[in-house]
């Protein structure tokens, strides 16, 4: 819950100046800070129930009380030098707060593919739990004419998709996450519409793909029944709007589409995927797997393919590491073992402030090369912290942390290549999708197991939902299109009904002896 607010008087407003970037803010007293620092730079991985680290600010001028829930999170040092939880606080009088403010690096695509032309102006979105990514093409050319990045607003509910689920379902705000969603890319699209390359020319198409939760938060589907278990949607299918009913003004006469799920947590992102990598067309059997909060699986070829989903957790967007944060300026991507020495590369070459997703992979690889952490995964010595580059350091539930979200990954590509019968080496190839997959360091993450496929085999694909997207645009122009077929072909596996997911995922926690 959040604390009360006092008595003031609405009409009363006080100034928030944010610090090292110099904005200001006018707001009223009384206002919670998660309602308005969001935009600014401060994220709220836990949804702002007061349970996580990450939503830090630190008082330089002004008050701001410490609450239970404070005191219980942050210790005596950090509480007695002004730092406080932005969820747990509102502005009372006026205030100077230092946020760290960064930018993040969102993985775009410009890739050339075969396509049929047509009249007129297309968008393609890819709708991510943390990241936006919206691309106007000419449908003559297929050339991309303007781009238009952004986080996606509901973070501020809730950094990975069971915090929205929560929220949505628990907290009655499924409507306000719609709304948001909606609001922004509709934005976004516009924006699109007025750029000077666009010429004056309407967009007629838009696709969006997504997440199965993003889906039905864009889609307007009732989120209960993937609240609970066995987690699968009553309704996944290609839902397509007029654009004048989403209330998107400036692009009325647009066609809108979010391409259909492949079932469970399973989205049309993962489609998207299957149609970027042509895997539906491929003689011999290929994977893909998008590594992010729930690790996404497809393993086939053009006759059969299996799909899966496993809650790996937000550790490889640094979700619920004490230091974790978003490839962003701070954040240590890189560790590097020379001569016996670990070296940090850090994010904007600026100071570390945090570690994302990448460098918690290296510096989990870097410890078992020097013997600091063991195969268990405790750090040797008994110690509880392993300091990497002042004053980032990985904590003992870290690695813990990590190695549930590997253990996820792992257990389910086993699942998977048993179900289809091969075994690792007959892959072809293993593609990785998205932003953590294009960057991820492909020998550490087969040193920590998490793709254990030998480096050759293993291809960082870029972002697979947006060219994927793009195809859709211009076959569903004349019917469904490929992705109707490819989704038919598809065989949704669930990994909590088989038996034997809980032992191998026991048995895929521990890192391997590498020394």
């Excluded at 005191?71 to 707060?97: N, V």
């Excluded at 040797?380 to 990985?394: D, I, K, Y």
């Amino acid at each position: 819950m959040k604390p009360r607010a006092s008595t003031f008087s609405p009409a009363d407003p006080v100034r928030i100046e944010l610090q090292p970037s110099g904005e200001s803010l006018e707001v009223e007293r009384g206002t919670f800070l998660q309602d308005v620092l969001f935009a600014h730079g401060v994220e709220f991985p836990c949804g702002g129930r007061g349970r996580c680290r990450g939503c830090r600010v630190k008082v330089l001028e002004g008050l701001l009380a410490e609450t239970p829930e404070q005191q219980a999170i942050l210790t005596a040092q950090e509480l007695s030098t002004g730092w406080r939880l932005a969820c747990r606080s509102m502005a009372g009088g006026p205030l100077t707060l230092e946020i760290a403010q960064w930018q993040t690096p969102i993985l775009a695509d410009y890739s050339s593919f075969a396509f049929t032309p047509s009249e007129g102006l297309g968008v393609v979105v890819d709708l991510g739990t943390t990241t936006l990514v919206a691309q106007l093409l000419d449908l003559r050319t297929s050339h991309v004419l303007a781009v238009r990045t952004g986080l996606n607003p509901q973070m501020g509910y809730g950094s990975d998709v069971m915090s929205r689920i929560h929220f949505a379902v628990i907290e009655g705000g499924q409507r306000k996450l719609e709304q948001l969603i909606r609001r922004r890319i509709g934005a976004m699209v516009a924006d699109l519409q007025l750029s000077p390359r666009s010429g004056g020319e309407r967009i007629r198409h838009v696709v969006v793909v997504g997440n199965t939760v993003m889906h039905h938060l864009f889609c307007g589907i009732d989120l209960e029944p993937l609240a609970h278990s066995p987690f699968e949607p009553v309704r996944d299918g290609l839902e397509v709007f007029e654009a004048r009913d989403l209330g998107w003004e400036t692009v009325e006469g647009a066609t809108v589409r979010f391409l259909p799920c492949l079932g469970g947590f399973v989205g049309s992102d993962i489609l998207a995927g299957v149609l970027a990598t042509g895997m539906h067309e491929s003689d011999s059997p290929v994977g893909l797997i998008d590594l992010g909060t729930n690790g996404e699986i497809v393993l086939g070829n053009r006759e059969r393919m299996l799909c899966a989903s496993t809650a790996a957790g937000p550790a490889f967007e640094g979700g619920r590491i004490s230091m974790g944060m978003r490839a962003a300026t701070g954040a240590i991507t890189e560790v590097d073992v020379q001569d016996g020495r670990i070296f940090c590369r850090v994010l904007g070459k600026v100071e570390p402030r945090g570690i994302c997703g990448s460098g918690l992979v290296d510096a989990a690889a870097a410890g078992l090369e020097l013997g600091v952490i063991q195969p268990s995964g405790r750090l040797a010595g008994g110690c509880r912290e392993w300091m990497l580059s002042p004053p980032v350091s990985l904590q003992q539930r870290d690695i813990r942390e990590l190695q549930l979200a590997k253990a996820a990954i792992a257990a389910g590509v086993r699942i998977l290549l048993d179900r289809w019968g091969v075994q690792r080496g007959d892959v072809a190839r293993l593609y990785l999708a998205g932003a953590f997959g294009n960057y991820i360091n492909r020998a550490s993450a087969r040193c920590i197991r998490l793709i254990d496929f030998p480096e050759e085999q293993v291809e960082p694909a870029g972002n697979t939902a947006l060219l994927g997207a793009k195809l859709a645009l211009f076959s569903c122009q004349t019917g469904n299109g490929d992705f109707a077929r490819i989704r038919d072909a598809i065989r949704h596996i669930s990994l909590a009904a088989d038996p034997r997911f809980q032992d191998i995922y026991a048995e895929e926690m521990a890192f391997p002896d590498v020394r």
